[in-house]
């Protein structure tokens, strides 16, 4: 990291330092203890302009104050049987960890519906989703190796997918906008794979609602990425959450798992370790 960066690092934290409560408190929940890995995850989403960054982490704080995100691992979608639809329906599961530790989240983008709730609800679980990944997943990865983990690996499997899925690109809309706004920089590569002839006429619509830096980050590997992703296996080993957070933590923990049974992704990659080079 050049001595610009360290600067721009350096002037970042002092704005930071004035921020007032309650958005001290919350961004206490979004760095987690990693501070400078934070405030270069906002810096690297502004091309290192100070002043944007700045203003994209307090108005990404006022985000979090108005919707009490801080509290959204203890508001679990209500009753069981529309949050089990959601999560059948939003096919996520947690596949293991790369070579480097970085978790990796496989999602069935091909298979999922989103027409079990109304977009309130997915918008809703995928926040606590992302929050609990960055709050129970993320420090649990960084103790274990003994250094900062701030990052996943996402791999999407396209199976089944067909064109009816653009008339949900309002939800995915949502869902990308609030990435990039509020969890910048957390995913360090997307594996695209089991994409089919259709994926083509998808990706004409979707690739220009993208950010630049994401669609950078994209990679469509053939077939099942097999030979791509490199040799090994993925394994589970969710860590254990918060007290207060236990309830929620313990649907997300089961339908994280759940996902990999039965999933085509998790039979196209079974006995396969992805690296984040």
Known sequence: MGIVSQEAILELQALMDSVEEPLNITFQNVHQGFRA???????????????????????CLHWRVQNTIDDILAKPIVPSEL????????????????????????????????????????????????????????????????????????????????????SKIKLLTIISTIDDLNYPEKTN?????????????????????????????????????????LKGSFHVDLPKPAAEETEIAKSLESELQK????NMLSKSTDGIKTDDD
């Open 37 to 59: 890995e934070t405030l270069v995850r906002f810096l690297k989403a502004r091309e290192w302009n100070v002043a944007k960054a700045h203003k994209m982490l307090v108005d």
């Open 83 to 166: 949050y089990g639809a959601v999560r059948d329906s939003q096919l996520i599961g947690m596949s293991g960890y790369s070579r480097e530790g970085l978790p990796v989240f496989a999602i069935g983008v091909g298979l999922s519906t989103f027409d079990k709730a109304s977009v309130h609800y997915y918008v809703q679980s995928h926040i606590q989703i992302n929050e609990y990944r960055d709050r129970v997943i993320l420090p649990s990865a960084s103790k274990k190796h003994g250094r900062p983990i701030t990052t996943c690996i996402k791999v999407l499997d396209m199976t089944g997918l067909k064109l009816s899925a653009l």
């Open 189 to 229: 590569t997307y594996y695209i794979v089991n994409a089919p002839y259709i994926f083509s006429a998808c990706w004409k619509v979707v690739k220009p609602l993208l950010q630049e830096r994401t669609r950078k980050k994209i990679q469509v590997l053939p077939g099942c990425g097999r030979d791509e992703l």
């Open 259 to 262: 996902f990999e049974k039965g």
